[in-house]
């Protein structure tokens, strides 16, 4: 378990027994809820992440795997904790890029002990009614929190989301295998109905906004009378909290995909690795930008020629 999390009362007699009782239970996480110390945004949004959380993690679960061991509070079989390859996973998990070389990773050890049982094939388990407080003391407006911490996470999972991916769905099931998929999807189609929006009102009407405005308002109105039953209460500014999360979340892992190497801890010292100001560094800081400049474009072109807004009316159908 992390420093910064609170065992709520009969975590250990709700999640213990489960080993006992599943002789192939390999892992288990918790339920979380936050405590924050900051803007009451910030604590309107954590609390939002977390009803997601819920929704995904129970689903995933259905799988007897999960996306991830969370670090609050995840329980294992000592048989895993004292192997050497466990140990070393946690000590010096790295990864090799073709730009960036091999480097080791400043944070997200609970993606790695998720990769390590992977590669066990254990079954995990989410176990919902064993809750953990998590603290965050946040200073300042906590937009560069939210950043940084988007970075964090982003950069985790797509460090890990890769190679999850080669271990293909035969080795960690189909349906863990496809939303470790999803995640990498997901991340471009969110930034397709704003590229839409924003070409149709440049080019046709300014109408065109509006109706994005509407739908967006509607849509995450839905979305999130799910949420306010997975969170036990109701907070009025969620449709937009969720619109700008999903939104900032899809653009930051666009930026950091061509960027593993790229870390910042900043609750944790504002550490940070894969910077440096040598003429190497500094070209394969042009190439990140290159690259991701290079996808930008063609989403944005593939966007605009697939609704036929610019181009060839035959070349939009055909696509």
């Known amino acids: 378990m992390d420093g910064d999390a609170v065992l709520a009362p009969g975590i250990l007699r709700k999640c213990c027994p489960l080993f006992e009782n599943d002789p192939k239970l390999q892992a288990i996480t918790t339920d979380e809820e936050v405590i924050c110390y900051g803007p009451k945004w910030i604590q309107s949004w954590l609390t939002m992440r977390f009803a997601q959380r819920r929704i995904a993690m129970q689903s995933h679960s259905m799988a007897n795997k999960v996306l991830t061991l969370t670090g609050r509070m995840s329980v294992f079989r000592a048989n895993h904790l004292t192997r050497h390859k466990f140990i070393r996973m946690?000590?010096?998990?790295?990864?090799?890029?073709?730009l960036w070389g091999t480097f080791r990773f400043l944070s997200g050890d609970d993606k790695s002990t998720w990769y390590y049982m992977l590669t066990q094939d254990a079954k995990m388990l989410y176990v919902p009614d064993a809750l953990v407080y998590t603290i965050e003391e946040i200073e300042g407006s906590g937009i560069e929190r939210m950043t940084q911490n988007f970075r964090r996470w982003s950069g985790n999972m797509l460090r890990n989301g890769t190679r999850a991916l080669k271990l293909g769905p035969n080795k960690i099931g189909f349906f863990i295998w496809w939303c470790v998929m999803d995640q990498r999807i997901a991340m471009w189609t969110m930034l397709v109905s704003p590229i839409v929006a924003i070409a149709a009102t440049l080019l046709h009407d300014p109408y065109y906004i509006v109706s994005y405005?509407?739908?967006?308002?509607?849509?995450?109105?839905?979305?999130?009378?799910?949420?306010?039953?997975?969170?036990?209460?109701?907070?009025?500014?969620?449709?937009?909290?969720?619109?700008?999360?999903?939104?900032?979340?899809?653009?930051?892992?666009?930026?950091?995909?061509?960027?593993?190497?790229?870390?910042?801890?900043?609750?944790?010292?504002?550490?940070?690795?894969?910077?440096?100001?040598?003429?190497?560094?500094?070209?394969?800081?042009?190439?990140?930008?290159?690259?991701?400049?290079v996808w930008v474009v063609t989403l944005v072109m593939t966007v605009l020629f697939y609704t036929g807004l610019v181009g060839f009316p035959e070349l939009g159908y055909w696509l």
Request: hydrophobic content about 45%; charged content about 15%; some cysteine.
């Open 90 to 98: 946690l000590e010096a998990d790295h990864l090799h890029h073709w």
């Open 213 to 293: 405005f509407i739908w967006i308002a509607i849509s995450r109105m839905a979305l999130s009378l799910f949420l306010f039953r997975y969170s036990n209460s109701m907070h009025i500014e969620w449709p937009f909290i969720l619109y700008f999360n999903q939104l900032l979340n899809a653009a930051v892992k666009v930026y950091c995909l061509a960027r593993l190497s790229k870390q910042r801890w900043t609750n944790r010292g504002n550490q940070s690795s894969g910077s440096g100001d040598s003429f190497a560094d500094q070209m394969k800081n042009f190439m990140a930008a290159y690259i991701t400049t």
